[in-house]
């Protein structure tokens, strides 16, 4: 065969002739401005998808305090010639998370060769790796990224075809205000204290309504402190706090010369973090069980058990120093949603304390809303991305998503498809932090887009509160 019939043959068999030929027809018929602009977008559609070349690590500074961090960078085969096509760098819950490079081998074995386009596929490959949950998502976010920029999508349509194609729905958001907890100055262990507004209003009034409680408390502490104020990671303020309670106290006092009224305008939603203040003993042992009743209790029953040894092997020393059964730390929430305006608890109790949240909420589904950080009977879930719960940016399809809170890692590192996962997935709740640093920047992505698409509903109508259950009939005195 000569050169000639090679060529032809060559031509023939990759249908250059008839692709080419249908082209130039339709090029003609539309007659577009940028004639080689058109043909490279028509051509290109014959093109090989671009394909996994390899996933590369390299070890960053944080953001966050003097640690090592490693952003995930992806090569793609595209048109002949590698290309780097997406990068993503993970947040993380402790500064004592890491991440092993050496896990990129498995990855590159599994995924080398695949199309960058298929996300589903590549999630699925990834989750069953024998590699860490935070390596898993990273390389997700990273590929997710590549497959948008080839295809010149923005972030959020393209969340939107991974996500079914959802329209734009608006979450809740749960600012924090307050941290105290385990590892801040003072008594009181359960974590932080955080505010939500009430629904119904659209999302730039429940900003700024958000906005005003977070300035007016940031400046009540410098008047209190001389300027001398922290900011934690999540983006709140760290407070000295004995009891709780003082958390809310502070910001009602904060508030007294602003029109804002707790219970009407927003609500407090407490992240206890009970897995702070956890321990175990044999069951029987341990502090005896306090009878403690609500003053507000619907039905005022008085109830004292004196000296009973609590059957439960979970103790939580929500107060420094005074470990108590799980009977006790539920009738104290109890007591504390029924005399402030808690609308949620998070992580009230440890994961694996399972009698207690079904004690928990039989005292309290009707009243507030239950979530954890792990899945949990008797609890909505909380999904952090880029954290150990979770593996793809494709996750929350199997969630009930509008009892789902979306947060942000405890050490975030600034990724801004949180922001765009919020409005396209349907999560009923955004918990992003405070309004300082890389949060800030969350909360602006979200609102640019709510600006961007207009008018945007919200995800909830209602709290979505149990309803009591009915009362039984006394029976009838006997004659």
């Known amino acids: 065969m000569d050169e000639k019939e090679k060529a032809v043959t060559y031509i023939k068999d990759n249908k250059i002739d008839v692709i080419l030929q249908q082209t130039l027809n339709d090029l003609y018929k539309r007659q577009p401005g940028n004639v080689f602009g058109y043909l490279a977008e028509e051509l290109d559609k014959f093109a090989v998808k671009p394909s996994i070349k390899i996933i590369s690590g390299y070890e960053i500074k944080s953001m966050h305090e003097d640690v090592k961090r490693v952003a995930i960078e992806a090569t793609c085969l595209v048109h002949n010639h590698d290309e780097i096509t997406g990068s993503a760098t993970v947040g993380f819950n402790s500064l004592k998370d890491t991440m092993d490079l050496d896990e990129l081998k498995a990855v590159n074995d599994a995924l080398q060769g695949s199309c960058v386009y298929e996300q589903e596929v590549l999630d699925e490959k990834l989750k069953s790796l024998d590699v860490s949950p935070s390596m898993k998502l990273s390389v ?233 950080r792990a899945r949990t009977p008797h609890s909505a879930n909380v999904f952090r991305l880029h954290t150990t719960l979770s593996h793809s940016i494709g996750e929350l399809q199997s969630q009930d998503r509008a009892s789902t809170i979306l947060e942000a890692a405890v050490y975030e590192e600034g990724e801004t498809l949180l922001a765009d996962l919020a409005l396209v997935s349907g999560c009923g709740f955004v918990m992003f932090g405070g309004f300082r640093g890389v949060r800030s920047g969350l909360y602006n992505r979200m609102s640019v887009l709510a600006q961007k698409k207009g008018p945007v509903k919200n995800v909830l109508s209602s709290w979505g509160f149990r309803e009591d259950p009915p009362e039984e009939d006394e029976p009838a005195p006997e004659e």
């Open 140 to 372: 997700s976010s990273a590929l997710f990224k590549s497959s948008t920029n080839l295809q010149k999508l923005p972030t959020f349509e393209s969340l939107q075809l991974h996500y079914s194609g959802k329209g734009l729905k608006m979450p809740t958001p749960i600012v924090s205000i307050i941290n105290s907890g385990k590892n801040g100055a003072g008594k009181n262990n359960m974590a932080s204290l955080a505010v939500c507004p009430n629904l119904g209003l659209p999302f730039e009034k429940n900003m700024a309504t958000m906005n005003i409680i977070y300035q007016a408390v940031e400046e009540f502490l410098k008047k209190k402190h001389h300027n001398n104020i922290c900011v934690a990671p999540n983006g709140a303020f760290s407070v000295a706090c004995d009891r709780p309670e003082q958390m809310i106290e502070l910001v009602k006092e904060a508030l007294t010369e602003q029109e804002i009224v707790p219970g009407s305008d927003f609500f407090f939603v407490l992240d206890c973090l009970a897995t702070d203040y956890h321990a175990e003993v044999t069951p029987g042992q341990g502090s005896a069980k306090k009878g403690q009743v609500s003053s507000k209790s619907k039905k005022k029953r008085m109830s004292v058990i004196a000296a009973a040894q609590s059957n439960s092997r979970h103790r939580y020393d929500w107060i420094e120093g005074q470990l108590k059964p799980t009977e006790d730390l539920c009738d104290f929430l109890e007591g504390f949603v029924e005399n402030e305006n808690i609308v949620a608890l998070v992580d009230p109790l440890h994961h694996e304390d399972v009698e207690g949240y079904e004690a928990l909420s039989k005292k309290l589904g009707s009243k507030c809303l239950l979530f954890s």
